[in-house]
């Protein structure tokens, strides 16, 4: 008699890639969502709930527990899609779920997803005085700290007249 095991190797599972632009696609539909100043309707309370985990630092754990809330509200669930002579699509709610169901599990669960392999600092808030904005870090070593060019060179601005202003 042996033991059957069965390991999976991570640099052995094809279509990683495939993977990883799932999450990132849904990640950056997250952030526009949340950087949105448009009136978004029903959607508006999947932002505020998702908010919380950009940027979240010590208090990532109250972010997580709003996150599964999330999850479990809106019916998350693993489903693979069919359509007809292709492949099928892997998506995170039921076909039949409400559009705002739709988004909020498969937003949820591409965060999740990166929260769960400890790349929760990946997610991250602008540090630039007056902005609110998130965004998904893709640096090398997650060191990203604002938002865009904008705030980065304002933050930079306001740094450099401190300072002066200290001297
Ligand atoms: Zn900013």
Redesign the pocket.
């Known amino acids: 008699m042996y033991a059957m095991t069965v390991t999976i190797e991570p640099g052995h599972i094809t279509g990683q890639s495939q993977i990883d632009s799932y999450v990132s696609r849904w990640i950056e539909q997250a952030v526009t969502l949340i950087n949105s100043t448009d009136d978004i309707g029903e959607l508006a309370a999947v932002a505020d709930a998702l908010r919380p985990v950009f940027g979240a630092g010590e208090h990532l754990d109250a972010a997580v527990t709003r996150l599964n809330d999330l999850l479990a509200r809106h019916g998350a669930v693993p489903n693979l899609h069919g359509h007809p002579g292709q492949s099928p699509v892997l998506a995170f709610h039921r076909p039949d779920a409400t559009r705002v169901d739709a988004w909020a599990a498969d937003m949820g669960t591409a965060i999740a997803m990166v929260i769960g392999v400890g790349q929760a600092a990946r997610l991250g808030a602008?540090e630039?005085e007056r902005?609110a904005?998130v965004f998904l870090d893709t640096t090398r070593n997650a060191s990203r700290r604002?938002?865009?060019l904008?705030?980065q060179n304002r933050a930079k601005a306001s740094a450099y007249r401190a300072r002066r202003a200290a001297r």
Do not use: L, Q
């Open positions: 602008c630039a902005c904005r604002f938002c865009g904008t705030c």
